[in-house]
């Protein structure tokens, strides 16, 4: 009942949104389109397999560059929050990059990869690197050192201090972190499509608008959405699977 | 029943005197121990020696060095001068039969880990085999009376049961020494009652030895056989006192008594001096 009561708004938006259509009679070829025009258009773009296609084109990029992307950030945390003079050296460099939007390396990509998935995965990584390599880093640093005297008072060995202690301790900021990096994925993978890669729902979304098929814009826009509405759902729920306890995840949100 | 008749027990091997048994049997010795950080000099010529089963605390005006001197007994940081020594070796990294309960028992405790798997860490560490953990897990939430609670996490727990539960991980390791940084400092005082008795019962029904930080003066005559009066700048033994009070102590007569109150005025005119 609680869950319901959240649909109410959207759902009074688009009755109004419909009766509005209806009154001024907005036809499928001009600049809008009413919500009964654009679920056909979704239905159609299903039925074709239009859509499913480009879900499929768009999340496949996000995918690779989120796993690239996350994975070296990961990799470039630990080294930076284990050696901090590492990070020191590399600190100027990386506070120039960081707010480089991921769009603007799009020239570059393109001239390097051309169209194509190289290109958008190398731009969506190189978006999911910096965020999840600074929570890696800060994750190392905030290990308590409380709990590295507890595991020296208990005489822990090396390997055992790792594996009881580093890793579970930072694991959920980890797991964070990646949730973070899959919505940045997921945003500048369409933004590529939209603005050069022919090719996943943000190139079906500009041609949508381009050819004035507004349903069909809108239908492909709402589909993105409830994509990545989706997908942060999903992670969260795994984020409170994995991660029960709750001290930590509050400082998180 | 048992607990008590154990207690009576070592009190009729060791006793009267406070001080006698520390002759007899030193556990601990600390000679002529310095430190410094730096240029600046944090403690200065530390003589005592700790006697198994004794209960030992420690107080004096902040800044003293009361938490540097348990750190350097736990061997986690290394005095510049003189020695320590336990069991008659010299003490160079931390034992694994001493064990240590902070103050600050949400940043000890793993907030991944519940109640029964914190005490399994202690438990691993001594490479304790698997099937055997349960049991010994069992038994110690028991013993700190967390029993009901063995699957919940710190996150989900009171204070007072956060330290239990570290005291209970304490207990895995099979302390000789049990050392405690102010364990109570951060709690209410019913709580802080409570524990202060059950540290009393676990300490006199296991025969550890206990050397127990504290910036309460009554705490320190409550719980002790000895308490060591620190002076700051550089931390350095005031004085040493014995608490002739009879065992097994009680909250309220025990603070009542003459004894008692005549050693808190003086211990609290020692810490006004500096204050």
Known sequence: ?253 | MTATLHYLDRRDGHEPVAGAKTKRNPLISLKGVGLNFGSHEVLRDIDVEIGEGEFVCVIGPSGCGKTTLLRILAGLIRASRGSVSYRGQIQTEPARDIAIVFQDYANALLPWRTASANVSLALEAAGTPRAERKDRIAALLEKVGLSKHADKYPSEMSGGMQQRLQIARCLAQNPSVILMDEPFGALDAMTRQKLQDEILSIVSDSNVTAFFVTHDLEEAIYLGDRVIALEPNPGRIAELIDVPLARPRNQLTTREEPEFLALRRKLFDFVMRYE
């Open chain 1, 1 to 253: 009942m609680k869950a319901l009561k959240g649909f109410a708004l959207p759902i009074a938006f688009l009755v109004l949104w419909q009766v509005w259509a209806m009154v001024v009679g907005l036809h499928s070829d001009t600049l809008g389109a009413a919500p009964v025009d654009i679920a056909v258009a979704f239905l159609a773009g299903i039925r074709d397999g239009s859509i499913l296609d480009a879900t499929g084109m768009t999340l496949t990029a996000a995918a690779g560059g989120l796993a690239m992307g996350a994975a070296l950030g990961i990799l470039a945390g630990f080294l930076f929050g284990l050696l901090p003079p590492l990070s020191r050296l590399s600190r100027i460099t990386v506070e120039v990059l960081r707010p480089v939007p991921a769009v603007a390396i799009l020239p570059i990509a393109l001239l390097v990869f051309g169209f194509g998935y190289a290109m958008e995965i190398a731009i969506i990584a190189f978006a999911c690197f910096f965020p999840v390599m600074l929570l890696t880093e800060a994750a190392i640093r905030q290990i308590t050192p409380r709990l590295m005297e507890v595991a020296r008072v208990m005489r822990l060995s090396s390997v055992q201090r790792t594996s009881k202690i580093v890793f579970p301790a930072v694991l959920p900021r980890l797991f964070v972190a990646f949730r973070l990096a899959a919505g940045v994925a997921l945003i500048v993978s369409v933004t590529v499509e939209i603005a050069a890669n022919p090719q996943g729902l943000g190139y079906r979304l500009m041609l949508a608008g381009q050819s004035l098929r507004p349903a069909d814009m809108f239908a492909t826009l709402f589909w993105v959405g409830l994509i990545g509405w989706a997908l942060n759902w999903a992670l969260v729920r795994t984020e409170k699977k994995l991660f029960p306890f709750h001290s930590l995840r509050r400082i998180e949100e």
